[in-house]
């Protein structure tokens, strides 16, 4: 029997310590606003990205001295944690970032705006609309009278409204020679079932057209893609995501959702991978999912997949794209590596973040007391893929636990096994894939 495991995480994070600009960490601008800048001794590693309904403790407590938060254009958002009655009212204050040339480990950043809270009900609520012309990551301090906010900071929300529309297209990127799949079907065959499979899927939205395009035909980096080799991602180039096939000429694929079919991935057991919560339809840096048509089980044995097998795969990583995380956590998803500014590694993680915060996709707890996909399992770890989300093929017994797991036949259930091959989404993640499908621009 033949099963599919999918997994996600978080990994070499890129560090964004502060530049050391400020001498200080309270400063006043010409116009009287106190500035309290993120802290410049704290890493800011722990982000935030809109409707996300995780508990996200490890945000929250770093709140206050600097925290990541993802924002797009024309979107309003709202922050929101509960209020702590023995502390003064704090004020918010964001900041837009910025590289920094030739330094890969800081950035820079300027100050947005200040912001008072409303109180509604028990809760502090800052809210701010986004004037960005582009996805953007904010910093961010939380401060009373120029000082660090020494609050609790319970049940911490993100939410936000797009202003875009919820339907959306595929760009189906085939990278160097594809054989048929498994069971026989070619590149048309396997775009049309797709293309079908991602309108029944993805219900609560509207994906209006698939189209293909074939590297090699790229009209400035084709060259680089013969149609006669077949394209390992993390062996034949650096960039794993092959970012720079995202950005076609052509009106119709301009805005539309990325998915990148190669020969197979350079990593035992993966099948596709993507960022969380991408934020970017179309062009961009990291704005494709990648799928493979091929599994590498070791150095010796890359074994065809079947075109459900596929299909399934580009269908579970879109959610990872669209802001979905599993439905039961694994020891992976938790475990985030931080590549430190001398190249050493050290983890972090929210351990908090072991369900996803819907209340409709049943949370298993086997599979975290299970101890499956533990850093290093199934890989050697110094071939990771940053920001992934990992799909991979393992073997489960027949009566292994994991079949009473009451999410497995959920499309972001982290094991997907013959029987439940053909999973499905449930009306709140669905909510969450369009709410993300509005913010992105498109």
């Known amino acids: 029997m033949k099963n599919v495991c999918k997994k996600w995480i978080w990994l070499c994070l890129l560090l964004f310590s502060l530049a050391n600009f400020f001498t200080a960490c309270s400063t006043t601008d010409a116009d009287g606003d106190r500035t309290l800048v993120p802290d410049p001794d704290h890493l800011i590693v722990y982000k935030l990205f ?15 001295r600097g925290i990541k938060l993802v924002v797009h254009p024309k979107a309003s958002y709202k922050l929101s944690f509960e209020i702590d009655s023995t502390q003064p009212v704090p004020e918010l204050q964001l900041f837009r970032t910025f590289e920094i040339q030739n330094d890969k480990y800081h950035v820079g950043f300027s100050k947005v705006r200040t912001l008072q809270p409303t109180v509604v009900g028990n809760r502090y609520e800052y809210s701010f609309k986004c004037e960005e012309n582009q996805m953007s990551i904010w910093f961010t301090s939380l401060g009373v009278d120029g000082k ?31 054989e048929n799949t498994q069971d026989g079907m070619n590149v048309e065959e396997l775009s049309q079932l797709m293309l079908k499979k991602f309108r029944e899927k993805y219900y609560g939205v509207t994906v209006d057209t698939l189209y293909v395009r074939y590297a090699h035909e790229h009209p400035t980096v084709g060259y680089k893609y ?14 794993y995501y092959l970012s720079e096939l995202t950005e076609w000429p052509e009106d119709e694929v301009s805005h539309a959702l990325n998915i990148v079919l190669v020969h197979s991935i350079n990593s035992n057991n993966i099948t596709g991978f993507s960022p969380l919560f991408a934020g970017v339809l179309g062009a961009g840096n990291e704005s494709s999912v990648v799928i493979g048509e091929h599994v590498k089980k070791s150095s010796e044995e890359i074994s065809p997949l079947t075109s459900m097998n596929i299909v399934m795969t580009a269908i579970h990583e879109a959610g990872h794209f669209f802001g979905l995380r599993h439905t039961s956590t694994t020891r992976r998803d938790l475990n985030q590596v931080l590549t430190l500014e001398d190249g050493s590694n050290s983890e972090v993680g929210d351990w908090s973040n072991i369900e996803d915060g819907l209340t409709d996709t049943p949370f298993c707890d086997y599979i975290l007391r299970s101890g499956l996909y533990k850093q290093g399992d199934e ?8 920001n992934a989300v990992f799909a991979t093929n393992a073997s489960y017994a027949p009566k292994s636990p994991l079949y009473q797991c009451k999410d497995i036949d959920n499309i972001m259930f982290p094991v997907t096994v013959d029987e439940y091959e053909d999973g499905s989404f449930t009306k709140q993640q669905m909510e969450l894939v369009r709410s993300s499908l509005v913010i992105f621009p498109h």
């Open 148 to 178: 660090y906010y020494d609050g609790e900071i319970k049940n911490i929300r993100f939410t936000g409204m797009g202003a875009y529309s919820d339907h959306f297209s595929i760009n189906l990127i085939v990278v160097g020679e594809m």
């Open 50 to 64: 809109p409707n996300d309904l995780a508990r996200n403790d490890s945000a929250a407590a770093n709140l206050a």
């Open 379 to 386: 890989e050697d770890c110094t071939n990771v893929i940053p």
């Open 226 to 239: 013969p149609a006669d080799r077949p394209w390992v991602s993390g062996l034949n180039s650096d960039d």
